[in-house]
């Protein structure tokens, strides 16, 4: 089992900044392909970015290229989305959530979820 903690959101002006993390504990945070994903009400749950087990490798969802960055700390057993420039398009739930194979922008692909995180961004 792993447990995930999502934190860092919060209500935003448009074009501000927010940086959300996720914890883990409970397996080798270092054997997971980590991603995250949110949720707007009344949509389903959409891929937002991933990152490899070693933190090399990443994809974007194109929405979020070039404003949002992801990254790890394995050392912390932390995986973190750096949101810039935001819009109001933004404003979701986001969860992060773990996969012991591949990351991967399929929401079906992966074992474990955070509860989520609220992300508001008012224009």
């Known amino acids: 089992q792993v447990q995930l903690v999502e934190s860092g959101g919060g209500l935003v002006q448009a074009g501000g900044s927010l940086r959300l993390s996720c914890a883990a504990s409970g397996r080798t945070f270092s054997h997971y392909a980590m991603g995250w994903f949110r949720q707007a009400p009344g949509k389903e749950r959409d891929f937002v970015s991933a990152?490899?087990?070693?933190?090399?490798?990443?994809v974007y969802a194109d929405s979020v290229k070039g404003r949002f960055t992801i990254s790890r700390d394995n050392a912390k057993n932390t995986v973190y989305l750096q949101m810039n420039s935001l819009k109001p398009e933004d404003t979701a739930v986001y969860y992060c959530?773990?996969?012991?194979?591949?990351?991967?922008?399929?929401?079906?692909?992966?074992?474990?979820w955070g509860q989520g995180t609220q992300v508001t961004v008012s224009s």
């Open positions: 990152i490899s087990q070693g933190g090399g490798s990443t």
């Open positions: 959530a773990a996969d012991v194979n591949f990351y991967s922008d399929r929401a079906s692909r992966y074992d474990y």
